[in-house]
């Protein structure tokens, strides 16, 4: 049956196609009206957004059938394997989730997604985005995929009750008090004050501790070029990061955030650096007595991550997924998507119906605040950058040797900055 929609697929130009995106189009034929939607949201709270935007899909579209391409898979590794598979075999989804920004330069040099440009501006993106968010979409002068929901990056989250013991009873206002606030947790007892998980949570931590040292403006220059990795004030930020690290458990390369999480939730540990999909996983597991700031320093900055979902080159059926991102693109699908799954919407003019206190202060910082990218969760850096730098924080993590994990930072730079 693919066979045949993608062969219905080749006869008309691409440009009839994207044209032809009003949601009804193709409804004669029952296999080009099913748009198969691919996504590594298969539980939880994920599972739930999904379903928010799957219901505002059919109303929005009538005559598109919504086709489950779930993969399950902890943060999309699972997915992107199959994904890549099966673009390489020339068998696209209709649409698939990729996080926005780099992570999408693969995609975009092999001409397998297409340019959505002229859609952010009809569908009213330009202008209901922060500046920071599009100039990191933005690859080659153009536009490539629709953020669904924000999520923040930055974000320190405690157990109240263990600092409270240790008389800790404000938030810290900076890096060195950060730091005296972990030494005193330690000096009282606790011995893992920072729980943390293995290298892409470790990488998290070390570019909070780099947005302190550099700023917003100079933070994301390291990964344009404008900011160099073998810098001083680099080297100052990785011996800060090491002093932070020895505070956090033994155990952190063989734990992923959940188990970190875990040390947090059982009194264990007084901190935790994660997203902000934290907040729905401690409300799931039945701990409240929690509270959650920036990271020290951070200011304004808003450290950002956003699933987002890109209109194949080759999809079976553009039309339904044309339809499927102008939903998602729509204010009403970024509300009933984010109220759900615990993120913010990526449009500042989105209503904030349903959301909890958290997102309604994160929605308020993201109107207000410094968009900022993450290389560990792709909106910084490409697939292959990301990997190696993952793989120096885990080097790193073991052996120490600050001088060797800023070499090997600046050395994955040099491979594979370009100029987006």
């Known amino acids: 049956m693919r066979t045949t929609r993608r062969a219905l697929a080749a006869v008309v130009s691409a440009a009839a196609l994207l044209v032809?995106?009003?949601?009804?189009?193709?409804?004669?034929?029952?296999?080009?009206?099913?748009?198969?939607?691919?996504?590594?949201?298969?539980?939880?709270?994920?599972?739930?957004?999904?379903?928010?935007?799957?219901?505002?899909?059919?109303?929005?579209?009538?005559?598109?059938?919504?086709?489950?391409?779930?993969?399950?898979?902890?943060?999309?590794?699972?997915?992107?394997?199959?994904l890549n598979a099966r673009l390489a075999q020339n068998d696209p989804p209709d649409v698939f989730q990729v996080h926005a920004g780099a992570e999408l330069l693969d995609h975009i040099d092999a001409g397998q997604i297409r340019d959505l440009t002229a859609e952010f501006s009809s569908w009213g993106l330009t202008g209901t985005l922060p500046?920071?968010?599009v100039e990191t979409l933005t690859v080659n002068g153009k536009l490539w995929s629709v953020p669904a929901g924000v999520h923040r990056?930055?974000?320190?989250?405690?157990?109240?009750?263990?600092?409270?013991?240790?008389?800790?009873?404000?938030?810290?206002?900076?890096?060195?008090?950060?730091?005296g606030n972990l030494a005193r947790l330690r000096r009282g007892g606790v011995e893992s004050p920072l729980a943390l998980g293995r290298d892409w949570t470790q990488l998290m931590l070390l570019e909070a501790v780099l947005i302190s040292a550099l700023g917003p403006k100079r933070f994301t220059g390291l990964f344009t070029g404008a900011t160099k990795w073998e810098s001083k004030a680099v080297r100052a930020a990785i011996q800060d990061y090491q002093t932070i690290l020895d505070f956090s458990n033994a155990d952190r390369d063989s734990l992923d955030w959940p188990g970190a999480e875990r040390l947090l939730i059982d009194g264990k540990a007084g901190y935790q650096l994660m997203g902000d999909w934290v907040a729905a996983d401690l409300e799931a597991n039945n701990f409240s007595g929690y509270d959650a700031f920036p990271f020290p320093g951070n200011g304004k900055a808003f450290q950002w991550l956003a699933d987002s979902f890109v209109l194949p080159a080759r999809a079976a059926n553009p039309a339904g997924g044309t339809c499927w991102l102008q939903t998602v693109a729509s204010p009403e699908g970024?509300?009933?998507?984010?109220?759900?799954?615990?993120?913010?919407?990526?449009?500042?003019?989105?209503?904030?119906?349903?959301?909890?206190?958290?997102?309604?202060e994160a929605a308020a910082d993201w109107k207000s605040g410094v968009a900022v990218p993450s290389c560990a969760?792709?909106?910084?850096?490409?697939?292959?950058?990301?990997?190696?730098?993952?793989?120096?924080?885990?080097?790193?993590?073991t052996s120490g040797d600050t001088a060797a994990l800023q070499t090997a930072l600046a050395a994955a730079a040099k491979q594979f900055i370009r100029q987006v």
């Open 377 to 397: 969760h792709g909106s910084g850096c490409s697939q292959p950058w990301q990997n190696a730098a993952n793989a120096a924080i885990g080097a790193f993590s």
């Open 153 to 179: 990056a930055n974000v320190v989250w405690t157990n109240d009750q263990v600092l409270a013991d240790a008389g800790i009873l404000t938030a810290p206002k900076n890096l060195k008090e950060f730091i």
């Open 334 to 360: 970024q509300q009933a998507f984010s109220a759900k799954k615990g993120s913010i919407p990526a449009r500042t003019d989105a209503p904030t119906t349903g959301f909890s206190d958290y997102q309604l």
């Open 131 to 133: 500046e920071g968010l």
């Open 20 to 82: 032809a995106s009003a949601c009804g189009a193709g409804e004669d034929d029952a296999a080009a009206s099913r748009v198969e939607v691919f996504t590594w949201w298969a539980e939880g709270e994920e599972k739930a957004g999904l379903d928010a935007l799957v219901s505002r899909f059919a109303t929005a579209c009538p005559g598109q059938e919504f086709t489950s391409g779930t993969v399950a898979g902890g943060a999309g590794i699972n997915a992107k394997q199959v």
